[in-house]
């Protein structure tokens, strides 16, 4: 089982970055989906989590009505959409999978994770 996060990169406050999550060997209708991040000197925090049917998103507080995730089952690929970036959003970005149905804030809870990819926000 892969899970290959991207998307990450430089970009201004207020700026948009789309981050990806590409799974391989392993069903996204099986696995709820986690997007955390863990920024320098701080714990890894979940950000966002879609269920296995894809019918609930969780966020957390700080980036709710900011971002959104997605999954496109045809690609197995889930999405974080981020808008309305803030250097607070500065981080390390990875996506986790979860077996079965439920979303965890959790992350010892997971499954599988991806490799990381870098979100940076100049202010």
């Known amino acids: 089982v892969q899970l290959q996060a991207s998307g990450g990169g430089l970009v201004q406050t207020g700026g948009s970055l789309r981050l990806s999550c590409a799974a391989s060997?392993?069903?996204?209708?099986?696995?709820?989906i986690g997007w955390f991040r863990q920024a320098p000197g701080k714990e890894r925090e979940g950000v966002a989590c879609?269920?296995?049917?894809?019918?609930?998103?969780y966020y957390v507080r700080s980036v709710k009505g900011r971002f959104a995730i997605s999954k496109d089952n045809a690609k197995n690929t889930v999405y974080l959409q981020m808008n309305s970036l803030k250097p607070e959003d500065t981080a390390v970005y990875y996506c986790?999978?979860?077996?079965?149905?439920?979303?965890?804030?959790?992350?010892?809870?997971?499954?599988?994770w991806g490799q990381g990819t870098l979100v940076t926000v100049s202010s």
């Open positions: 879609i269920d296995s049917s894809g019918d609930s998103q």
């Open positions: 986790g999978a979860l077996s079965g149905w439920l979303c965890s804030d959790h992350d010892y809870e997971y499954d599988y």
């Open positions: 060997e392993l069903r996204l209708d099986d696995y709820s």
